[in-house]
């Protein structure tokens, strides 16, 4: 068992293969998943709770938004504030 664990960390002369093409090979997948993750929380809309994905932007603001929340064109920021203060009271209503 303690010369297998050698052998699969790639200890046993082979300079790294055995690792490499094996447990090695998920770094790679474990960083694209990271990425897929970060690139979705970057262009997630940003009204609070809403998971879709965003492609308005906020007028004077970073923030971007989606057309669910605003079907109708460009929202201004005060539409963004407008529209979270009314989910907001339609939750502590419920």
């Known amino acids: 068992m ?7 960390l790639g200890a046993d002369g082979r300079e790294w293969y055995n690792f490499w093409s094996g ?8 960083a694209l998943f990271g990425a897929a ?9 940003h009204v609070k709770g809403c998971w879709r994905l965003a492609n308005q932007q906020v007028e ?3 923030w971007y938004v989606c057309h669910h929340h605003h079907p109708d064109g460009r929202p201004t920021h005060a539409d963004v504030l407008r529209a979270v203060s009314a989910s907001r009271s339609d939750a502590t209503s419920s």
Request: contains cysteine; aromatic residues 4%; glycine residues 18%.
């Open 2 to 8: 303690v010369m297998d664990l050698g052998h699969v």
């Open 23 to 30: 447990m090695g090979a998920d770094v790679g997948q474990v």
């Open 37 to 45: 993750i970060g690139l979705y929380r970057k262009h997630r809309c």
């Open 60 to 62: 004077g603001t970073s």
